[in-house]
């Protein structure tokens, strides 16, 4: 069975641009979580969606924002970037959004010029 | 609340050598346990998880944590060290109940010399 795959692996914006991250979670999972891993960091927690409806948001502005789609795969938007945001974006899948059973994609890749 | 601090961001060991990487976390509630393994320009893949029960929990490639409440640590150990171990290393906590964030350590990157 297909791992979490996320798309694209790297992608390098412009500062004030948008970028849209996306993540297709394991067969059969109907859980997405979204991560922040800035270089030398661990990862932060931006959101949690389960069956379509967010069920938790970490601590990042309102320019961060996400959807979950019949099929479970999600998007991440990031509006106005900042050179902050370059980091690793990570998304982990799970049946029902319990952390000790999530699953991690490897990442799409980030630069903020 | 919960955090997780882990001790030395950088662990240089010999192959063949024990590895221990510290982790030490605060947590109001029960927690669920976690160490996950990093290698370059990739995801985070578990290496094993403490949920309840046994407190001395074994994981993939031979590592093991144990959970000790009373010291409030979880840390992770492998007798001889491989240089294929050499790779970042993030303990995690997270709540027991109800809605589950994880809060993730800074981690710890480790290095294996031949």
């Known amino acids: 069975d297909a791992g979490v795959t996320q798309s694209p692996t790297h992608l390098i914006k412009t500062r004030g641009q948008q970028v849209t991250l996306r993540c297709s979670p394991i067969?059969?999972?109907?859980?997405v979580s979204w991560y922040q891993q800035v270089l030398g960091q661990g990862p932060q927690f931006i959101f949690q969606?389960?069956?379509?409806?967010?069920?938790g948001r970490g601590n990042f502005p309102d320019r961060f924002s996400a959807r979950q789609f019949p099929n479970y795969s999600s998007e991440l938007n990031v509006n106005a970037l900042l050179l902050g945001d370059s980091a690793l974006y990570l998304c982990a899948s799970s049946l029902r959004g319990q952390i000790r059973e999530q699953y991690f994609g490897p990442g799409t890749r980030l630069t903020v010029t | 609340a919960q955090s997780v601090t882990q001790l030395g961001s950088h662990v240089s060991v010999s192959e063949g050598a024990l590895v221990l990487l510290r982790c030490n976390y605060s947590?109001?509630?029960?927690?669920?346990l976690f160490w996950y393994v990093q290698y370059p320009n990739q995801g985070l893949q578990l290496l094993l998880k403490?949920?309840?029960?046994?407190?001395l929990v074994k994981g993939i490639n031979g590592f093991e944590a144990e959970f000790k409440k009373s010291e409030t640590s979880f840390h992770l150990t492998k007798p001889s060290a491989h240089m294929s171990d050499a790779a970042e290393y993030f303990c995690a906590v997270s709540d027991s109940g109800g809605y589950q964030k994880v809060t993730f350590g800074i981690g710890t990157k480790l290095q294996v010399i031949p």
């Open positions: 947590s109001s509630v029960p927690p669920y």
């Open positions: 969606y389960y069956e379509k409806e967010e069920r």
């Open positions: 067969s059969g999972h109907k859980s």
């Open positions: 403490y949920t309840t029960g046994a407190t």
